[in-house]
Structures are given as structure tokens and as C-alpha cells.
């Protein structure tokens, strides 16, 4: 079961607890970062990153363009939820913040709304959730100019603004070559999970946003006991309402313990080094539809995935 924090964040990201602040931020500047609690650059492609209770999140304040690795960490005991973003010119953190908000509402013309406002304001270009001991990386291939590292647990507070990290230099590098595929797309009996190549432990993953224009996912893993039944499962999902309201039935796995890719604008992709273990988990996709803001789990977007122990 979701406790303390783990509640509030799950019901911001897939309920829209998280209210819209009316509060007006002005454009984020370097000064206006939370205080760091460390970050290291390995070199120009490689980034540590980790954060603190209360929000504090250390980073390198610079980067290469090409693929970026983000070794991420965190010593908060109620876990990060380490979100990337490129914003577009001249918008302001504020203005990227209450759309991403909107986005997770349980309000069908809200979630429209603000998805348009979303794909108006930034790319998002993926991230990770982390525990304590339990860290992961995302790579993404990264352009020049500013990105925001931000923590969405933190998007209902309108004092918190992001980490500005600034990409310049000629492209280069490669990303990790993964064992595994996993996209999320359109079929004709809804939005799906496909899965190519196995998931194996420590071993990179790429998960591709190939939804249509303007309809952002997620991949976030969930392990499963072994008495959790696809119709288990499929029951939990079906209950889901239209716009996203959990059900009254508890969850068939432990909601507070996810990992995986956070949200990535349609057409990109991002490679992921997650801490999975050998057995079966469920990966959903907690966003919702642009079009018409109905719950994409609740549609099917999920999967249960076999992972399969360290290669010898």
C-alpha cells in the first residue's frame, strides 16, 4: 500500500490532487535553484546526481550535447522522482509546471487543455524514480541549450524551481545498447506496451514514446508476488475511472516501490539502467490521453514483463 509521501505522489500523478497554483514564478535563473546536496560530472557525458529530504537535488550545472547519462541517487527515504525537460523559448518554469499539472487531473477538458499547453511549452525528455539504495541512470540524447532536472513530487509547491542545466558543444558519444525494447503505442484495440528482447538484471533497456504528436508516456515497473494473476490484474486496471480515479480496491502490488522512465514526449525514446531483479513485474503507463483524457492504464497500457537474472 502507498503511505505518507508515496500517497500524495501517486495521487498528484494520477489523480491530480495537486491543485493549480495561481502563483506566478518569474523565469528560473541559475540563482534561483534549491540549495545542492552534491553532484559530480564523471566527464562532459556522464552526470551523478542525487538528492536530500526536503527537495534539495545536487547536479552538474553543465553538460555535453549527444547522449547524456544520469546516474541518479537519492538519500530521502520517501524516494525522487527525477524528471528532465527542454523547454521551449521564453517559457517560464511556471507556465511548464501548471500544464504538466493539468496533465494529471481527473478532469477530462483540463487533461486536454492542459496537454496542448504542454506540448506548447517543453519536450520532456524522460527521467527515473529512485529509493534509497536503490539508484538508477537515464540517457537521452540531448541537444543544446537549457534543460530542467526537477523533482515531480515537488510540482505542487510553487517555491520549488528546477535545477538548470546548460548542454552545449559539438554532438557526440553513444548511448548504451540495450537487451530490451519496450515501447508504448497505438494499436486498434488501444494504447499498448510491446516488448522486444529480454530484460535481464543491470542490463540497459530503451523504452520509445511512438504515441501520436502530443501524447506524452511513462514506464514505470512495479514487481509482482507470484500469486498476482493476469486477471488479477486486468480486474484492478478495468476499475480505473475514466479520467484516471483509482480504484477503491487496493493495488495487486506495492504502488510504493515503482521504478522506470518518467514521461517522454511522443516520438523520443530514452535508455534506462534500472534496479529490476530477476522475476515478473508490471510496467504502467500512469498518463493520460490528449485527446480526450481518459486513463491510459485504465485503456491497457500496461504489461507484465518477465526479467531474467544477471547474464553468467
Known sequence: MIRGRQLALWSALTTAVLFFCTVQAPAVDAADRAPAVSAAAVD???????????????????????????EVTTTDPDGAWIGLARPHRDVT?????????????????DIVAGSADLHAAAALLGGTVV??????????????????????????DPTATPHVLRVDGPEGGEAPTPTAMLTARPTG????????????????????????????????????????TDRTLKTWF?????????????????????????PVHAGAATVLRLPLRQGRYVVVDWMKSARD??????QGQYAVVEVTGPAP
Open 293 to 298: 483524457g481518459r486513463s491510459l492504464a485504465g
Open 189 to 228: 484495440d488501444g494504447p499498448r506496451f510491446t516488448l522486444r528482447g529480454t530484460p535481464a538484471e543491470g542490463q540497459p533497456l530503451r523504452f520509445t514514446n511512438a504515441m501520436p504528436t502530443g501524447q506524452p508516456a511513462e514506464a514505470v515497473f512495479f514487481r509482482l508476488d507470484d500469486g498476482v
Open 131 to 156: 529509493h534509497p539504495g536503490a539508484g538508477a541512470s537515464f540517457t537521452q540524447r540531448l541537444r543544446p541549450g537549457t534543460h530542467w532536472l526537477f523533482d515531480y513530487a515537488r510540482l505542487d
Open 93 to 109: 518554469w511556471n507556465t511548464f509546471r501548471s500544464a504538466l499539472r493539468r496533465t494529471v487531473g481527473t478532469h477530462g477538458p
Open 44 to 70: 562532459g557525458r556522464t552526470l551523478r546526481m542525487t538528492t536530500g529530504p526536503g527537495g534539495a537535488l545536487g547536479a552538474p550545472d553543465r553538460a555535453a550535447a549527444g547522449p547524456v547519462t544520469f
Open 238 to 262: 478495468d476499475s480505473f475511472g475514466d479520467h484516471g480515479q483509482f480504484p477503491g480496491t487496493p493495488a495487486p502490488f506495492d504502488l510504493s516501490r515503482g521504478t522506470g522512465s518518467l
